[in-house]
């Protein structure tokens, strides 16, 4: 059983043990559970294990169906082989051992599920004597813990787990839950670099429970950071990514929250770093010469960039349908999509296209050719397709110190972005327009509120900063 999450072209992913019982419905899990592990589910005889997903998200079943699926495979495998080969996957299939009973951790001290308490420690007294354990026919005997050390790793960590509490997870898992339950797109760059972080982490400290990772470690992995070479402010990200992973957990397996990356000592930028610097307005004016001059799409690229202040992805990546060239206000419309996600949750925004922009976005829409504006830094052959910004940026650079700039190592393409909030300070446009246009995040609860600015209103200010070669 399996439905289609998504097609893109010749290409379809799929979601196996998922289906609907009516369109619309909620999502259920079904799996045909093997012969030689069947004795494993007392109560499913005909060898299937169906239940409820409890959501009507495709995507978020599709992650629940793999989370089952990957504590069943580990079950099955310790059954075949006698213990799992890792200590996540042996607690995993202890997890869906107890589940096969309709247990969970912390269940043992219940009094309204005593029978399937009782079958469960049955079926472990069992498995004990399989392993060398004494057959005993008292009640009382059958009950003491003497045969525990007979159990396999999986069934004692299981018999554990029912007395105990919820059990701590390892990092991998931890994070796989995080982002299960914040339905973080894995697709999406917040996504990317959450797991690309916790996955460092683990390559220099081990796949552990969160609870036995100490402070040390947590300084020793900014120290690593700091000697590969990264700011302090790609610390700063790191740690942002790692550390409500930990809170999660630790929330979640209902213990204490330790704060091993709360408060790091992180090393300064360097002596000698440079930060980017914007562009002069006679600088932006040289440039969008340039542009028209050359006239192509990488010269398109850096008109939109100078006028409207976006980030070189946001308009790597934007789609014809979010170039609007009718109508009173010419505008784009940044959105996340299959092939570029976005920064933050303020990105998303229309930004009028003024000046040079406006005549970029028109020249890009006139020879657009396909879904993309730019398809040259579209990889279609990916899944999903991948935007190439980054080698846009490495040929806009070398462009760009063509032209005699003060400071020309300091200037990238992302200064366009650092003189468009000195533009709209120079016009006295508020901070609040300032960041509706340049998707900046603005502090305050009431900032939430209502459907922010017109286009009419941001374009007014637009329109103050156009330079005259641009007209």
């Avoid at 093997?34 to 009507?56: A, E, H, I, Q, W």
């Avoid at 959450?194 to 100490?214: K, L, M």
């Avoid at 990264?230 to 213990?255: C, G």
Wanted: glycine fraction near 6%; proline fraction near 6%; hydrophobic fraction near 35%.
């Amino acid at each position: 059983m399996s439905v289609v999450v998504m097609e893109l072209g010749a290409l379809r992913l799929v979601a196996k043990y998922v289906f609907q019982k009516q369109p619309g419905g909620t999502y259920y899990f079904r799996r045909r559970i093997p012969d030689d592990v069947l004795k494993l589910y007392p109560d499913k005889p005909n060898g299937m294990l169906v239940f409820s997903l409890k959501t009507r998200d495709l995507k978020k079943a599709a992650r629940l169906a793999n989370q089952h699926a990957t504590r069943q495979d580990a079950l099955w495998l310790s059954h075949r082989e006698g213990t799992a080969k890792h200590s996540p996957d042996q607690l995993r299939a202890a997890e869906e051992l107890l589940r096969a009973y309709h247990l969970k951790p912390g269940d043992g001290q219940r009094s309204d599920i005593e029978f399937a308490i009782s079958l469960f420690v049955d079926h472990l007294h069992e498995v004990a004597i399989t392993h060398g354990a004494p057959s005993d026919s008292s009640e009382a005997e059958r009950d003491d813990s003497h045969w525990r050390d007979y159990l396999p790793p999986v069934h004692r960590a299981a018999g554990d787990m029912l007395y105990g509490s919820k059990r701590v997870p390892f990092l991998s898992e931890a994070l796989v839950d995080f982002q299960l339950r914040r339905q973080e797109e894995l697709s999406s760059k917040a996504g990317k670099d959450r797991a690309r972080v916790v996955n460092t982490f683990i390559e220099g400290f081990g796949d552990r429970p969160i609870d036995q990772y100490s402070r040390q470690d947590a300084n020793d992995f900014v120290a690593k950071l700091h000697e590969r070479g990264n700011s302090s402010e790609t610390i700063r990200r790191r740690l942002n990514s790692i550390r409500p992973v930990f809170k999660d957990a630790a929330r979640e397996s209902e213990r204490p929250d330790r704060g091993i990356f709360e408060s790091l000592l992180i090393p300064e930028r360097p002596d000698g770093y440079k930060a980017r610097l914007p562009f002069t307005v006679d600088e932006i004016r040289m440039l969008q010469e340039g542009c028209r001059e050359k006239d192509d799409d990488l010269r398109w690229i850096v008109a939109i960039l100078s006028d409207t202040g976006a980030r070189l992805a946001e308009i790597i990546g934007l789609q014809m349908i979010d170039v609007v060239l009718d109508g009173p206000v010419p505008h784009i419309k940044i959105r996340p999509n299959q092939a570029r996600s976005l920064k933050t949750s303020s990105s998303v925004r229309d930004v009028p296209l003024v000046g040079e922009s406006l005549w970029g976005a028109a020249r890009a829409v006139k020879y657009a050719r396909g879904d993309f504006l730019f398809p040259r830094y579209i990889d279609l052959s990916s899944t999903p397709p991948t935007n190439k910004a980054t080698h846009a940026s490495n040929t806009l650079v070398k462009w760009i110190k063509t032209f005699p700039l003060a400071d020309k190592d300091r200037k990238v393409p992302h200064s366009f972005r650092h003189s468009l909030r000195d533009r709209l300070r120079a016009v006295e446009t508020p901070k609040e327009i300032s960041d509706a246009i340049g998707g900046w995040k603005t502090k305050g609860v009431g900032e939430g509120y209502g459907m922010g600015y017109q286009l009419e209103v941001l374009s007014k200010y637009m329109n103050m900063i156009v330079l005259e070669s641009g007209q």
